[in-house]
């Protein structure tokens, strides 16, 4: 990976350690505050509209390969060009193809997720095509040689001071001052003449409507406007699960979408390409691509992480976790951070290699689950992926026999639930093999499944609290390292709750 | 009034006996009959969040045994009772899931089930204190208990005073708080500093193992009001 590491370390406690000990860093997500409040809000105050939301993000995964078969077949029909990748490298090969064939030299970038997963300004540039981001907060993690650390606001890791230092290496020895619209203004004049230079225009989609072959791009700076408009050919990465049924859902997914993300009721820009150029149009790509990215997320169908592809990128889970709000975005070393990207990471590993460690790194406090505008139980599948993840290997996600019988939503009345696999499948699935942290658990589970062995045990834990006094210990040793590395830990107390139950010793104190 | 079986949570049988000798003297303030069911132990909920799910079962399985007879089960702990709710219909499936979706159902956090399912708010507690309150993730995210211990405490005189983020996470997480002890204390200091920023001279939950995560790394700075769990504040106010 060519990308400048900003929190180093091997493990996910390394990289924590290092982001929390950046005063710098630390000063830059205090900014992420407001948007605490922000997704708490929305959380709270809209439950008809998320209730609708997320049904109907829900009916297409109840059949997504025919709802993907709708939206190819109605974009074969407008003229745009349909791939299928199955891997990321499959996306890559057929980009990189157009790129050659269409003798690109110059490629303009909004904003997107799934061109991070496939690493495709990389691959781009290897391949000799210049690639610039136009997003801003993208354009300053790609000069600074940097992933984006949320998916959202992307540069959120960094202060002012370090944004306009990042910059000044692109302008030509010109000082950029430290102040919020010097600087868009510079980037702004810079961008412009890049974007009027580009041939290839490549986007994502936050939405591809199945109906009308609509993909639906949300920008605040409209920079995919300019993406979309001026290059001659246009590649927009489209991940399976961004198929949402029909235009006429947008005016409910857009709005929470906009909202759960930066509080607003519908962003700066909104940009809807149905179809490459037609005669007598003035602008728009002359050739259209849509590259239908998968990368393991059909595989999820069907089981209790399918709900995980219910996501539509608002970064509300991010803004809300206490993790992620003290150890940022590049301490989880993956392209997706916050409590979405501890889920997701490890599911889409080709080899079961990434990821494995983040689905641990969360004290399962809820708030992403409580802010998921689509109702993603983030908590719940975290504590699954646990389980899954005591196994060796990629995460071979069990198949439902029998999925709850689902009626299409446009038949109910908005705010009428919908079936959610997670919370069907239980969570104990036989034949898990055998490993030593599973034998201390099934050891300790089986001794306290007995009163006897329960008292027997504490017994034994309370004489040796005995012999210290004032029932708390700072003590580094080994039994007691991980907690008292960082805290005192209470010892038992000299009689336990039963023992004064039975002489009913009822002092609170 | 009901016969209360008493849940009273391992941290609590073993570390925090007071909270559990509390949670008796208010269930029979509110007029509750107390039994405690000597063959309980844990609810399995470190098993579950550490990946162990057939552990997990092995306690849950037990923990149903011991409490099916009740009519009303009540534990102070907001996450030892959501363990019951959320959690074991969640890892059991068949006959058993519905067996512990009844028994999930006749299951309360302490202060929710006297100032919600009895509507006692007044237990004879006076307080003269000022209190700030953090809502433990479990108890409010999972159970929606949200202002159950705030009303109790009021009811008895307390002065209340709300931190900036009384619903953040103070980062203990359970079995969290030793895999990354270094994101767990830095979570706690966050806490511990806006209790602070409130003057309260208490930082009263429902939950023991929270209290323990915060007063541990309390010892260790010096930062914040002291943590104590609500009904350890609330039956210091009843008469003796």
Request: net charge negative; with cysteine.
């Amino acid at each position: 990976m060519s990308h400048r590491v900003v929190t180093p370390g091997a493990t996910v406690a390394a990289r924590a350690s290092a982001a929390i000990a950046d005063d710098q860093l630390q000063a830059a997500l205090g900014n992420l505050r407001t948007r605490l409040f922000t997704a708490r809000a929305v959380a709270t105050s809209t439950p008809g509209l998320k209730d609708s939301a997320a049904a109907l993000r829900r009916e297409t995964l109840a059949d997504l390969p025919a709802w993907l078969d709708r939206a190819e077949a109605k974009l074969r029909e407008l003229g745009v060009v349909v791939h299928r990748a199955a891997t990321p490298a499959d996306a890559r090969r057929v980009i990189l193809d157009i790129a050659r064939h269409e003798e690109a030299t110059l490629a303009v970038k909004s904003k997107s997720m799934a061109t991070e997963e496939i690493d495709l300004v990389d691959a781009l540039e290897a391949a000799g095509v210049e690639a610039v981001e136009t997003d801003l907060g993208e354009y300053i993690v790609q000069v600074a040689g940097e992933r984006p650390s949320h998916m959202i606001t992307p540069a959120i890791h960094k202060t002012l001071g370090q944004i306009a230092h990042t910059l000044e290496t692109r302008a030509d020895g010109e000082q950029l001052p430290v102040e919020h619209e010097a600087i868009t203004a510079w980037a702004r004049a810079h961008l412009r003449r890049r974007f009027l230079a580009g041939d290839l225009g490549i986007t994502g989609a936050n939405f591809l409507a199945a109906d009308t072959g609509t993909i639906v791009l949300v920008t605040n700076e409209g920079n995919a406007d300019l993406c979309t408009i001026v290059p001659r050919v246009q590649i927009a990465v489209v991940p399976v699960e961004k198929v949402i049924a029909r235009f006429a859902d947008l005016p409910t997914l857009l709005p929470l979408l906009t909202r759960s993300a930066t509080g607003q009721r519908i962003s700066n820009y909104l940009t809807m390409i149905t179809g490459p150029r037609r005669a007598g149009e003035i602008d728009g790509p002359e050739t259209l691509h849509v590259v239908l990215l998968d990368h393991g997320r059909t595989r999820l169908l069907g089981t209790p992480y399918e709900d995980m592809l219910a996501c539509i990128r608002c970064g509300a889970c991010l803004n809300v976790c206490p993790v992620f709000r003290k150890i940022s975005g590049h301490a989880y070393d993956a392209v997706y951070s916050g409590p979405m990207g501890k889920v997701l990471t490890p599911l889409l590993s080709e080899d079961g290699t990434e990821g494995r460690e983040l689905p641990f790194a969360s004290s399962l406090c809820g708030a992403c689950t409580e802010a998921c505008p689509v109702e993603i139980p983030l908590a719940d599948l975290l504590v699954r992926l646990r389980a899954d993840l005591r196994r060796a290997g990629p995460i071979v996600p069990i198949v439902m026999d029998e999925l709850p019988e689902r009626e299409p939503v446009h038949e109910r009345l908005p705010g009428e639930g919908f079936d959610s696999p997670a919370a069907d499948a239980p969570l104990l699935s036989p034949g898990a093999p055998r490993s030593a942290h599973r034998s201390v658990f099934r050891a300790w589970a089986r001794a306290w499944s007995s009163p006897r062995g329960y008292r027997s045990s504490t017994g034994f834990a309370r004489a040796g609290a005995r012999l210290v006094p004032g029932g708390w210990t700072g003590a580094r040793v080994p039994v007691l390292r991980a907690w008292t590395s960082s805290r005192d830990a209470p010892l038992p107390a000299p009689r336990s709750f039963r023992e004064r139950w039975a002489t009913r010793d009822v002092d609170p104190w | 009034m009901p016969t209360v079986g008493l849940f009273v949570t391992c941290v609590v049988d073993q570390i925090v006996p007071q909270v559990g000798m509390a949670a008796v003297r208010l269930l029979e303030a509110a007029g509750c009959t107390v039994e405690f069911p000597a063959e309980q132990t844990c609810c399995g909920q470190p098993a579950c969040n550490a990946g162990e799910p057939e552990a997990a079962a092995v306690l849950a399985r037990h923990w149903i045994d011991v409490f099916g007879g009740y009519d009303a089960i009540v534990g102070p702990s907001g996450s030892c009772v959501a363990m019951v709710h959320h959690w074991y219909p969640r890892l059991l499936g068949g006959a058993e899931r519905e067996r512990a979706r009844e028994l999930a159902a006749r299951t309360f956090e302490l202060t929710s089930f006297l100032a919600d399912e009895l509507a006692t708010l007044e237990l004879g507690a006076r307080l003269d204190a000022t209190v700030t309150v953090h809502d433990s993730c479990h108890g409010l995210r999972n159970l929606g208990v949200r202002d159950a211990g705030r009303r109790l405490l009021e009811a008895a005189g307390a002065t209340l005073v709300e931190m900036s983020e009384p619903e953040t996470c103070c980062g203990f997480g359970g079995t969290f708080s030793l895999d990354h002890p270094e994101i767990a204390a830095p979570l706690a200091d966050a806490k511990l500093t806006d209790a602070a920023q409130t003057e309260a001279r208490w930082l009263a939950s429902s939950d023991a193992a929270c209290l323990l995560h915060l007063e541990g790394r309390r010892r260790r700075t010096g930062a914040g009001p002291e943590p104590i769990h609500t009904a350890r504040l609330l039956a210091a106010g009843l008469e003796r």
